[in-house]
C-alpha cells in the first residue's frame, strides 16, 4: 500500500482537475460550430466564424480593449501596493503586522457579494460608479492581495540583515528597495500581477454592480449575451478566456521551472 500510495494521490488529483475543467473544455466544440444557436458542429463540420465575429465585431472589440486596459491599470496598482505592503509587513515582522495583513487579504475571504454591496455604496457617495476611475479602483483592491501573498512568500528568503547592512553601508531606503530587495522579489512580482490581470479579466460580479453603461467589460458583455441573445460567440469567447488563461499560468509556471533549474546549476 504505501507503494501505491502516491500513484493513488497523482490519479485522484487529475481525476479531480479533469473533472472541474470539463464544463470548461465543451466550450470549445460548441465554438466551433457552423450553426447560428449554442449546439455541437452538425456533420463534422467546424468553423471559425464566430471567432471572427468575436475578433471583428465594434461591440466585442470595444469590451475587449477595455477590459485589458482596465487590467493593465489595476495590475500595475495591485503589483505597486501589494508589493510595497508585503516590503512594509516584512519589516515590522510583529503582531500587529500579522493583524494588518490578514485585513489585506480580506477581499480574498469576503464573499464577492458582499464586497460588490460595498463597493456600490462607497463609490455612489465618490461619485466613481460606471466610470473606468472607479472600476480600476476595486479591481486593484481585489488583486493586490494576490501579490500580497506572492511577494511575502519571496520575501520570507530573505535575510532583514541585508537591508540593515545596505543601509549601513550609506544607501537610501528606496535605493535598498531598488537594489537589494527588489531583484530578489521579483519572481513573486511577476506571479502576483500575473493572478492580478487573471483577477481583473475574469472578474463580473462586482463590475456588475458599479457599471452600468459606459464601462462595458469582456465577462459583462459574455454576461448580457447569455440573458439576452445565446450564441455560439460566447462559447468562443470563453475559449479564449480559457486559452489566455493557461498560456499565463503555464507561462510562468515554465518561468519559476527554469528559474529553479538555473539556481540549481549555479548551485
Known amino acids: 500500500m504505501?507503494?501505491?500510495?502516491?500513484?493513488?494521490?497523482?490519479?485522484?488529483?487529475?481525476?479531480?482537475?479533469?473533472?472541474?475543467?470539463?464544463?470548461?473544455?465543451?466550450?470549445?466544440?460548441?465554438?466551433?460550430?457552423?450553426?447560428?444557436?449554442?449546439?455541437?458542429?452538425?456533420?463534422?463540420?467546424?468553423?471559425?466564424?464566430?471567432?471572427g465575429t468575436f475578433f471583428t465585431d465594434p461591440v466585442w472589440q470595444s469590451a475587449i480593449l477595455q477590459s485589458l486596459g482596465i487590467g493593465l491599470a489595476a495590475t500595475a496598482l495591485a503589483v505597486t501596493l501589494g508589493g510595497l505592503a508585503a516590503i512594509g509587513l516584512w519589516r515590522l515582522s510583529s503582531g500587529l503586522a500579522e493583524s494588518v495583513r490578514m485585513l489585506a487579504l480580506a477581499p480574498m475571504i469576503v464573499p464577492p457579494l458582499v464586497s460588490a454591496l460595498a463597493f456600490y455604496r462607497l463609490f455612489a457617495a465618490w461619485g466613481l460608479l460606471d466610470t473606468i476611475a472607479g472600476v480600476v479602483i476595486a479591481h486593484t483592491l481585489l488583486a493586490a492581495p494576490f501579490v500580497l501573498i506572492t511577494v511575502s512568500a519571496a520575501l520570507a528568503n530573505i535575510d532583514l540583515r541585508q537591508e540593515q547592512a545596505s543601509r549601513s553601508l550609506g544607501a537610501?531606503?528606496?535605493?535598498?528597495?531598488?537594489?537589494?530587495?527588489?531583484?530578489?522579489?521579483?519572481?513573486?512580482?511577476?506571479?502576483?500581477?500575473?493572478?492580478?490581470?487573471?483577477?481583473?479579466?475574469?472578474e463580473i460580479i462586482v463590475t456588475l454592480f458599479i457599471a452600468v453603461r459606459d464601462v462595458y467589460t469582456l465577462p459583462r458583455k459574455m454576461w448580457d449575451g447569455i440573458n439576452e441573445n445565446l450564441e455560439p460567440t460566447i462559447a468562443a469567447a470563453a475559449t479564449v478566456l480559457f486559452v489566455l488563461t493557461l498560456l499565463l499560468i503555464g507561462g510562468q509556471a515554465l518561468r519559476e521551472a527554469w528559474r529553479k533549474d538555473g539556481a540549481k546549476d549555479i548551485a
Open 2 to 51: 504505501s507503494r501505491l500510495r502516491w500513484p493513488l494521490l497523482v490519479a485522484g488529483t487529475w481525476a479531480v482537475l479533469l473533472y472541474l475543467m470539463l464544463p470548461t473544455l465543451v466550450a470549445v466544440p460548441v465554438s466551433l460550430t457552423d450553426n447560428r444557436y449554442l449546439s455541437l458542429p452538425s456533420h463534422g463540420v467546424l468553423s471559425l466564424r464566430h471567432y
Open 172 to 202: 537610501s531606503g528606496a535605493q535598498t528597495i531598488r537594489l537589494v530587495i527588489l531583484p530578489q522579489i521579483l519572481p513573486g512580482l511577476v506571479t502576483g500581477a500575473v493572478f492580478a490581470f487573471l483577477t481583473s479579466w475574469d
